[in-house]
């Protein structure tokens, strides 16, 4: 490791970002990275879009103001709009949050950008970016990461075209792409297969980018890193686990990008997934990154596809006594199609027939234009067997929230303090916010990107995971769509449809309503 901003900046919170990827990085067949002074060539497909200037390009600039990247990094933006580097620089300039003191070194970042203007079918457009590409290292060795911002019409073209005139002639090539993969089992099996003609897995790098979250990546410290969960992290002690992503908003005039999709596909196919299965699976045998798929390939080889039976489907509806947007509902939003069924809201029940889980409800529930915006893991334990107290107990639960507010906290059973024998609910409260005030988290594309530079593929997606993630949710999709089932509407803001939460309460999630939270930063 020879990386000069590595070198130079060794906060305690930059360090614990990249331990882990490094030594990924280590064991990884790709090879070491940054040596000596190589070159790399970050190419961004689809710079003028909306997904480059709001994520990919911020990301970029706070790794580079971070010193976190290899010193010689050059970025090329590549779209068919003619623009020049100040052009996009303006365009991005309201997502980088640039403070006054570092005004010097965002005048250096800009410096190393560049802007190439092409179309994604042209062979020859491609071969000009090539030899801009060439021309800016000079013959050196220079690595390449091509960052896909693109819209799957033209993927398949931009794919080939790289293939065929693009591809570092000295040094490594890696694919970033972004979801969607496909729509369901054969349309992403046909996107695999294109692009395993094209390139080699370990150069194929899928983001979900839920995977760079911090509290996604502390699962596999808390489950494996803990003796107090691992005997009980099974069928024996725990009564269900429930999966939640929430968002306050609608689809705010995307609708017409959604409404082609659904929740399901937004959110529950992909993120809450791949929670699930870091939830689920059994311990790896190392943490090198093929160790950890093996094993999320493995769980997921265990869940039967979902049924209809299986699932809540919801839609908003405005609501009249909200202010602004909330009182427009999903089919009120002008780029939906009119009478569109698409579900804004979904709650599913997967089972995973293994000896660890077989019975156990893993309930996922996501949705738009709900009460609170919230991400969640709520891992919910069985009844005290033999109770001696009256049927005061109260069960306990394991809570880890990915966002807002990083927390892990375990409710559980005390006495109330004093002279009584009374007993309360409350909890063991490990709040990120309070226990580590001066931690940066960093945002989950810096993690993700710059694990790319590393080689470390522990935190993105394998082919086999995908296959068997459609392989789940297919049949579900296809019966929605062709019976043209009618989701529930729900009110704009509300916790979604009423028959979420009784499908909760079959499925063995028990609510009681009576556990306040005190909030010590408030007391
Ligand atoms: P609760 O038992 O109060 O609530 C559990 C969850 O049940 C709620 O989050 C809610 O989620 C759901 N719920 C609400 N109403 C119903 C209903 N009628 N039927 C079924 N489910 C319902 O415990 P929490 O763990 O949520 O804690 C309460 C508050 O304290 C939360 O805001 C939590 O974030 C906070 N807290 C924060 C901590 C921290 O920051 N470290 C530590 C401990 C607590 P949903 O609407 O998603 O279904
Ligand atoms: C994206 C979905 O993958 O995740 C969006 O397409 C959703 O619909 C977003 O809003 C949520 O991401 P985050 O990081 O804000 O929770």
Same mark, same amino acid.
């Given at each position: 490791?020879?990386?000069?901003?590595?070198?130079?900046?060794?906060?305690?919170?930059?360090?614990?970002?990249?331990?882990?990827?490094?030594?990924?990085?280590?064991?990884?067949?790709?090879?070491?990275?940054?040596?000596?002074?190589?070159?790399?060539?970050?190419?961004?497909?689809?710079?003028?879009?909306?997904?480059?200037?709001?994520?990919?390009?911020?990301?970029?600039?706070?790794?580079?103001?971070?010193?976190?990247?290899?010193?010689?990094?050059?970025?090329?933006?590549?779209?068919?709009?003619?623009?020049?580097?100040?052009?996009?620089?303006?365009?991005?300039?309201?997502?980088?949050?640039?403070?006054?003191?570092?005004?010097?070194?965002?005048?250096?970042?800009?410096?190393?950008?560049?802007?190439?203007?092409?179309?994604?079918?042209?062979?020859?457009?491609?071969?000009?970016?090539?030899?801009?590409?060439?021309?800016?290292?000079?013959?050196?060795?220079?690595?390449?990461?091509?960052?896909?911002?693109?819209?799957?019409?033209?993927?398949?073209?931009?794919?080939?075209?790289?293939?065929?005139?693009?591809?570092?002639?000295?040094?490594?090539?890696?694919?970033?792409?972004?979801?969607?993969?496909?729509?369901?089992?054969?349309?992403?099996?046909?996107?695999?297969?294109?692009?395993?003609?094209?390139?080699?897995?370990?150069?194929?790098?899928?983001?979900?980018?839920?995977?760079?979250?911090?509290?996604?990546?502390?699962?596999?410290?808390?489950?494996?890193?803990?003796?107090?969960?691992?005997?009980?992290?099974?069928?024996?002690?725990?009564?269900?686990?429930?999966?939640?992503?929430?968002?306050?908003?609608?689809?705010?005039?995307?609708?017409?990008?959604?409404?082609?999709?659904?929740?399901?596909?937004?959110?529950?196919?992909?993120?809450?997934?791949?929670?699930?299965?870091?939830?689920?699976?059994?311990?790896?045998?190392?943490?090198? %990154?093929? /160790? =950890?798929?093996?094993?999320?390939? +493995?769980?997921?080889?265990?869940?039967?596809?979902?049924?209809? &039976?299986?699932? !809540?489907?919801?839609?908003?509806?405005?609501?009249?006594?909200?202010?602004?947007?909330?009182?427009?509902?999903?089919?009120?939003?002008?780029?939906?199609?009119?009478?569109?069924?698409?579900?804004?809201?979904?709650?599913?029940?997967?089972?995973?027939?293994?000896?660890?889980?077989?019975?156990?409800?893993?309930?996922?529930?996501?949705?738009?234009?709900?009460?609170?915006?919230?991400?969640?893991?709520?891992?919910?334990?069985?009844?005290? %067997?033999? /109770? =001696?107290?009256?049927?005061?107990? +109260?069960?306990?639960?394991?809570?880890?929230?990915?966002?807002? &507010?990083?927390? !892990?906290?375990?409710?559980?059973?005390?006495?109330?303090?004093?002279?009584?024998?009374?007993?309360?609910?409350?909890?063991?409260?490990?709040?990120?916010?309070?226990?580590?005030?001066?931690?940066?988290?960093?945002?989950?594309?810096?993690?993700?990107?710059?694990?790319?530079?590393?080689?470390?593929?522990?935190?993105?997606?394998?082919?086999?995971?995908?296959?068997?993630?459609?392989?789940?949710?297919?049949?579900?999709?296809?019966?929605?769509?062709?019976?043209?089932?009618?989701?529930?509407?729900?009110?704009?803001?509300?916790?979604?449809?009423?028959?979420?939460?009784?499908?909760?309460?079959?499925?063995?999630?028990?609510?009681?309503?009576?556990?306040?939270?005190?909030?010590?930063?408030?007391?």
């Amino acid at each position: 490791m020879t990386c000069r901003r590595f070198a130079e900046k060794s906060p305690d919170d930059c360090l614990s970002l990249i331990r882990m990827s490094l030594k990924a990085t280590q064991m990884s067949t790709t090879g070491t990275q940054f040596e000596g002074s190589v070159p790399h060539i970050f190419i961004t497909l689809g710079a003028s879009g909306d997904l480059a200037k709001k994520k990919i390009y911020p990301t970029l600039w706070w790794l580079y103001r971070d010193k976190l990247l290899p010193k010689n990094t050059l970025f090329y933006g590549y779209a068919r709009s003619k623009m020049t580097v100040e052009e996009l620089r303006d365009k991005c300039h309201q997502y980088l949050k640039v403070k006054p003191e570092e005004k010097e070194a965002y005048e250096e970042f800009w410096k190393c950008n560049q802007y190439v203007s092409g179309n994604y079918d042209s062979r020859r457009d491609f071969e000009l970016l090539n030899q801009a590409l060439e021309g800016a290292v000079r013959g050196q060795v220079a690595n390449r990461l091509f960052y896909l911002a693109l819209p799957p019409s033209v993927f398949d073209q931009a794919t080939v075209h790289i293939r065929n005139g693009c591809m570092a002639s000295k040094g490594w090539t890696r694919i970033i792409i972004e979801k969607p993969f496909g729509r369901d089992a054969a349309s992403s099996e046909a996107l695999s297969k294109h692009l395993s003609s094209l390139f080699k897995e370990e150069q194929v790098y899928r983001i979900d980018h839920y995977l760079g979250k911090e509290m996604v990546q502390n699962l596999m410290t808390l489950r494996f890193g803990n003796r107090i969960f691992g005997p009980t992290w099974n069928r024996d002690t725990i009564a269900s686990v429930l999966i939640s992503f929430k968002e306050p908003f609608g689809t705010q005039g995307r609708g017409g990008y959604f409404d082609e999709f659904g929740i399901i596909r937004d959110v529950m196919q992909n993120h809450l997934l791949q929670i699930l299965s870091l939830v689920a699976m059994e311990k790896p045998a190392s943490i090198h %990154p093929d /160790d =950890i798929r093996d094993e999320k390939v +493995k769980v997921l080889r265990s869940i039967p596809p979902l049924a209809l &039976g299986d699932t !809540v489907l919801g839609q908003y509806v405005g609501d009249p006594a909200g202010e602004g947007e909330a009182r427009l509902g999903y089919l009120d939003d002008e780029t939906v199609p009119r009478g569109s069924s698409t579900p804004t809201f979904a709650l599913s029940v997967l089972s995973i027939k293994n000896e660890r889980w077989d019975g156990v409800p893993f309930i996922l529930r996501c949705g738009k234009a709900l009460n609170e915006r919230k991400a969640e893991v709520r891992i919910q334990y069985r009844d005290v %067997p033999g /109770d =001696i107290f009256n049927g005061d107990l +109260k069960r306990n639960e394991l809570v880890i929230r990915v966002q807002p &507010g990083e927390a !892990v906290y375990i409710k559980l059973m005390t006495k109330t303090p004093g002279m009584t024998f009374t007993m309360e609910e409350t909890e063991l409260d490990l709040t990120y916010g309070s226990r580590y005030k001066d931690a940066k988290l960093p945002d989950a594309y810096e993690r993700l990107l710059l694990d790319v530079f590393c080689g470390s593929q522990m935190n993105f997606v394998r082919s086999d995971e995908l296959s068997e993630a459609w392989r789940i949710f297919t049949p579900l999709l296809h019966k929605i769509e062709t019976e043209k089932i009618q989701p529930i509407p729900y009110v704009y803001g509300s916790r979604g449809p009423q028959e979420a939460d009784e499908k909760c309460a079959q499925c063995n999630f028990k609510y009681y309503g009576s556990y306040k939270w005190k909030n010590p930063a408030e007391m």
